[in-house]
């Protein structure tokens, strides 16, 4: 593992905390997405299948059960807690997800490195996770003014996306043959996806002003 992955895994799970942080301390999920919460899971169910089956290093599998274990408890406070699922804004979280895991699917089933069940499924997990947080932007343009802790959510969200391409660059420069390019493009087009919200966050940071997003 170089520094770039494990800078990445650690932004991704840096995320996840300050999520739980902002439900957790407001009892509030206001401006979140639950239909990205839920793609999120889906990602993670479908993409660690191999715990069932192989080990690869405490890390890994530490990582992947806390990802799963974070992505249930978060569904599971907004869906379920008796304060929290109060704020939950249903109305405005209309996201019509079929128009995402559908195609991913069939891209799956018809792009993938070798078609098997566990490797189709990965391979599904992939494609989506590039397009999940969709649900989460059309979200937060509605809503306009987004908070704090949510901003701070999604940024490191797609940083933590933007430490793996640097992983990449860096195994295509020092590892031979190594060669990934499903995850390549969907992790270019899931950091593609992120930039106008890089934007319009650093410039609410420079100018110490709310952010918000033009609808």
Not at 29 to 55: H, I, M, P, W
Not at 125 to 149: C, F, G, H, M, W
Not at 179 to 189: A, E, K, L
Request: proline residues 1%; glycine residues 4%; charged residues 15%.
């Amino acid at each position: 593992m170089n520094i770039f992955r494990l800078a990445g895994d650690m932004t991704h799970l840096c995320s996840i905390v300050v999520l739980l942080l902002k439900i957790n301390a407001t009892k509030s999920c206001a401006g979140l997405s639950l239909k990205t919460q839920e793609l999120y899971l889906a990602v993670f169910l479908t993409r660690y299948l191999d715990l069932l089956y192989s080990y690869i290093s405490l890390y890994n599998t530490c990582m992947k059960l806390i990802f799963i274990g974070s992505s249930s408890c978060i569904i599971w406070y907004m869906r379920e807690h008796k304060v929290v699922s109060q704020t939950y804004d249903s109305a405005q979280d209309t996201f019509r997800v079929v128009f995402l895991i559908g195609p991913c699917f069939v891209l799956a089933v018809l792009v993938n490195h070798e078609f098997t069940l566990t490797e189709v499924l990965w391979t599904f997990s992939i494609y989506l996770e590039a397009v999940a947080i969709l649900p989460q932007l059309v979200l937060l343009q509605r809503t306009k003014n987004i908070d704090t802790l949510t901003g701070n959510y999604v940024f490191l969200l797609g940083g933590y996306r933007a430490f793996y391409l640097l992983n990449w660059v860096y195994r295509i420069l020092t590892e031979s043959g190594y060669r990934q390019w499903i995850v390549w493009v969907s992790g270019t087009i899931q950091t593609a996806i992120y930039c106008d919200f890089f934007y319009y966050y650093i410039m609410s940071w420079r100018r110490n002003e709310r952010l918000s997003l033009p609808a």
